[in-house]
């Protein structure tokens, strides 16, 4: 049967990264010879796409990405490349294509942040996966992904400026991909680290001491959607009952009325800080003042999903430093959102998340992604090389110090080491003192 937990080649680690919205990063390597990217993962879309033969992409080096140099993908340059035609199960834009010249298949996908999308062609080339039970091995899976020749709104510079993993239900998804040849088994997992750092392994099925919830299938919205039916903050519990889709591709929750309204009042009721006047520079409504001593404490919020499970929710706000650094007050991370409702990337901060397609639930438990997970039901390996990232200098940005291009060379590997990896500092506490533009990297169905 299908194997796993895969990771890919470059390591399973994942990174957060606030200079590129908040969201978690891991290195890829796709193509032959291989060339690696940076890429966003987004539980809250499908295709896999990587910057390509670029029309308009974000600058591939720039004084906000730190020492980064980004790398892009060109067909013409991978021998292992191939066009996927139009009769293609995966070409979506099938009456587009008769116009294309070249007979490739077209993609466009627009996302919920503000006109943001990303347009080219779909191509097929290898992506490098490593096995990570006993001594890794390098493993090739043919992958269909998303040229991107023109990229527009956040994905120039501020989100994703290097590609975007899609890990969404629908068949172009890279897990599904994967599930479809028999490469990992139908089921991944993410850890998020409460200091930033975290895993992604494919074929990771869960352990028996998770925490789960059924997931909501619609035929037509492919996303993790599950049911929120009750919520509690600082002790006090309180009915409240949504839907809401599981989205590593947005920066922090976003909820309509009432939920909001519920959340976010019964939080305020058991603030001791003095609230503040709302920041316009900020998306958040509710933000409070730290006192001159800076110890900061606020009320615990937890969501209790469809069939009891808690959903703790263990870093739900987000601290506003001066210049200095030093912390001047607080809000809590909720934007108020219309008609959608995302439980966001800082919902989700110190769990391990589990995105089961096979059994259609959502599973979770409270875990730090530098151990491993011997209760997983399939066998894994320690990452030797994965040493907890030192905390850069400077808020919200990558350290200068931080890798060079991360440029592996698969053809010698025989332990997936991240080659970056154990180099890579990035700082990660969620703080900020600028104006920030969350994102919204929902597919627009």
């Known amino acids: 049967g299908p194997g796993g937990p895969f990771a890919f080649a470059d390591g399973n680690d994942t990174?957060?990264?606030?200079?590129?919205?908040?969201?978690?990063?891991?290195?890829?390597?796709?193509?032959?010879?291989?060339?690696?990217?940076?890429?966003?993962?987004?539980?809250?879309?499908?295709?896999?796409?990587?910057?390509?033969d670029c029309l308009k992409c974000a600058p591939l080096s720039s004084p906000e990405y730190g020492n980064l140099k980004f790398d892009v993908y060109s067909p013409r340059k991978s021998s292992t490349s191939r066009k996927v035609p139009c009769s293609s199960s995966l070409c979506d834009l099938q009456t587009q294509c008769n116009s294309a010249a070249s007979k490739s298949c077209p993609y466009s996908i627009e996302y919920?942040?503000?006109?943001?999308?990303?347009?080219?062609?779909?191509?097929?080339?290898?992506?490098?996966?490593?096995?990570?039970?006993?001594?890794s091995k390098i493993t090739q899976a043919p992958i269909t992904f998303?040229?991107?020749?023109?990229?527009?709104?956040?994905?120039?510079?501020?989100?994703?400026?290097?590609?975007?993993?899609?890990?969404?239900?629908?068949?172009?998804?890279?897990?599904?991909?994967?599930?479809?040849?028999?490469?990992?088994?139908?089921?991944?997992?993410?850890?998020?680290?409460?200091?930033?750092?975290?895993r992604i392994n494919f074929g990771d099925t869960g352990s028996a001491d998770q925490l789960e919830t059924p997931l909501n299938i619609y035929k037509h919205n492919p996303y993790y959607n599950i049911s929120?039916?009750?919520?509690?903050?600082?002790?006090?519990?309180?009915?409240?009952?949504?839907?809401?889709?599981?989205?590593?591709?947005?920066?922090?929750?976003?909820?309509?009325?009432?939920?909001?309204?519920?959340?976010?009042?019964?939080?305020?009721?058991?603030?001791?800080?003095?609230?503040?006047?709302?920041?316009?520079?900020?998306?958040?409504?509710?933000?409070?003042?730290?006192?001159?001593?800076?110890?900061l404490s606020h009320?615990?919020?937890?969501?209790?999903?469809?069939?009891?499970?808690?959903?703790?929710?263990?870093?739900?706000?987000?601290?506003?430093?001066?210049?200095?650094?030093?912390?001047?007050?607080?809000?809590?991370?909720?934007?108020?959102?219309?008609g959608v409702n995302l439980i966001g990337e800082n919902f989700m901060s110190g769990l391990k998340v589990v995105f089961d397609r096979e059994r259609l639930v959502l599973g979770w438990k409270s875990f730090n992604c530098y151990s491993v997970d011997h209760s997983s039901k399939l066998p894994v390996s320690p990452n030797p090389s994965a040493v907890p990232p030192k905390p850069a200098s400077g808020p919200g940005s990558s350290n200068p110090e931080a890798a060079k291009r991360p440029s592996p060379n698969i053809t010698q590997i025989d332990v997936a080491k991240p080659s970056s990896g154990s180099s890579v500092?990035?700082?990660?506490?969620?703080?900020?003192?600028?104006?920030?533009?969350?994102?919204?990297?929902?597919?627009?169905?």
């Not at 263990?314 to 108020?336: E, F, H, Q, R, W």
């Not at 500092?425 to 929902?442: G, Q, V």
């Open 112 to 135: 919920l942040s503000d006109n943001t999308s990303s347009n080219g062609v779909l191509i097929e080339d290898v992506l490098y996966l490593a096995s990570e039970s006993g001594k």
């Open 299 to 338: 009320p615990n919020i937890s969501l209790t999903a469809k069939g009891g499970s808690i959903f703790p929710v263990n870093d739900p706000i987000i601290t506003i430093t001066d210049i200095s650094s030093s912390p001047v007050g607080y809000c809590l991370a909720i934007m108020k959102s219309e």
């Open 146 to 198: 998303g040229c991107g020749q023109v990229q527009t709104g956040s994905f120039l510079g501020s989100a994703a400026p290097n590609g975007l993993l899609g890990l969404g239900m629908d068949s172009k998804s890279v897990p599904s991909l994967l599930a479809s040849q028999g490469v990992a088994a139908n089921s991944f997992s993410m850890c998020f680290g409460e200091d930033g750092h975290g």
């Open 228 to 295: 929120i039916i009750g919520a509690m903050a600082g002790g006090k519990t309180f009915s409240t009952k949504f839907s809401a889709v599981v989205d590593s591709g947005t920066s922090f929750t976003a909820l309509s009325d009432p939920m909001y309204t519920e959340i976010t009042s019964a939080f305020d009721k058991q603030v001791k800080e003095k609230r503040n006047q709302a920041d316009s520079s900020l998306p958040f409504e509710y933000c409070y003042t730290i006192s001159a001593k800076g110890a």
């Open 15 to 52: 990174y957060r990264l606030n200079a590129f919205g908040f969201l978690h990063y891991a290195v890829v390597a796709l193509g032959t010879p291989n060339v690696t990217f940076l890429v966003a993962l987004d539980t809250g879309s499908d295709l896999f796409w990587v910057p390509c």
């Open 425 to 445: 500092h990035f700082h990660f506490s969620r703080t900020f003192f600028a104006a920030i533009a969350p994102l919204l990297l929902l597919a627009i169905l």
